[in-house]
């Protein structure tokens, strides 16, 4: 068990239980995302990612799936990064049920 109490572990936790979402496709996009990438982002990627996250799934079904984008700048980067990410990595160990 993981018992690091830093601030940095407690946002990661709270980041990965925020990306586990209700339709199994965004947690497909979402989890590997914030394990590979999240750490190497700037400071301000890091809290797009963080806004992005508490839009509802129905907006980031639409945006992740790229049948539209969100309105905000910094919100539309982060999810063509997260669908470039998803586009360019072997994701298949998150694929098991």
């Known amino acids: ?3 690091d109490t830093s601030p940095a572990a407690i ?3 709270r980041l990965y239980w925020h990306s586990r979402r209700g339709m199994w496709e965004l947690d497909l ?3 590997p995302f914030l394990e590979h990438r999240f750490d190497e982002l700037s400071e301000d990627d890091q809290l797009a990612y963080q806004r992005l996250i508490e839009e ?3 907006d980031l079904f639409g945006w992740l799936m790229r049948r ?3 309105e905000e700048p910094s919100l539309k980067r982060i999810v063509q990064m ?3 990410h998803a ?3 072997d994701n ?3 694929r098991t049920l």
Request: no cysteine.
């Open 1 to 3: 068990m993981n018992d």
């Open 11 to 13: 946002l990661r936790k």
């Open 29 to 31: 996009l979402l989890i």
């Open 56 to 58: 509802e799934d129905q």
């Open 68 to 70: 539209e984008w969100p």
């Open 82 to 84: 997260i669908v470039e």
């Open 87 to 89: 586009e360019n990595t």
């Open 92 to 94: 298949s160990a998150y």
